[in-house]
């Protein structure tokens, strides 16, 4: 198998399967009609993150998984996030009293069927979204104008982007502790690689690319990362003198 084939076949391994997104489907159905039917003075809902943005990993892959919902309250008397805080994990204690709950600050946490719910108030105010700055404060936000530019960078490079996303999540949990948070990845990737397709064909062009912008990011686990480009270049190197066995040994190295 060739180096790009593994990367291709893992990066497609780590998708939601068919049985978790109709899960995540049914629970968002039912969850959106108890909140329509318990609040009053909600103006929309949305799903947003990496769910929204089909880079999150399966829950077998990665227990932290979750799906990201934003309930957007009318605040007239800008109230602070944990009044609408209160309001949520009141709502989700009475509609899914044997389900696991518990508030992860700026969020009440829903596990439904080994499903995580993140569920975050919000409100409009001057056409912008505000969400939690932690329990006393706000802050302005913009999903979709991220979500934007990365699926435009996933475009602009043969749909390579996400997949290469997946891959270094993947590497983050098995090999970095989990350093960096899942949206700091997604986020530096996807400025970074905009134009990325001027120099990178391959999967193991655009993994080596992402390596090398992740270790920009402010950390102290850049020895980690070093290793993981030594054996995609040892990889490579295998695969040049038609090694192949070795050069597959090799690149699953940066992952297991």
Known sequence: MSINTYLDNL???????????????????SLFSKIDNYFSGVSGKAVFGSYARHTILPRNVDENSDVDIMIIFDNPENHKPQAFLNRIKSFVNQSYSRSEIYQDNPTIVLEL???????????????????????????YTNPYEYDKMLNECNQENGYKIKPIIRLIKFWNIKKNYRF???FE??????????????????????LTRAFEEIKK???MTNTRIDTALNHIEKAQMYESMARDYDAECEIKKVFI
């Open 180 to 182: 960096y948070a899942s």
């Open 11 to 29: 990066a497609s391994s780590l998708v939601l399967s068919d049985a978790e997104k109709r899960g995540i489907t049914t629970s968002l159905t």
């Open 217 to 219: 990011l402010p950390s």
């Open 113 to 139: 069927s080994r499903i995580k719910f993140e569920l975050i108030p919000a409100y409009y105010a001057y056409g912008t979204i505000n969400i939690p700055d932690g329990p006393s404060d706000w802050r």
């Open 185 to 206: 990845i997604e986020r530096k990737i996807a400025e970074e690689l905009r134009f990325a397709r001027y120099s990178c064909s391959s999967y193991t062009d655009y």
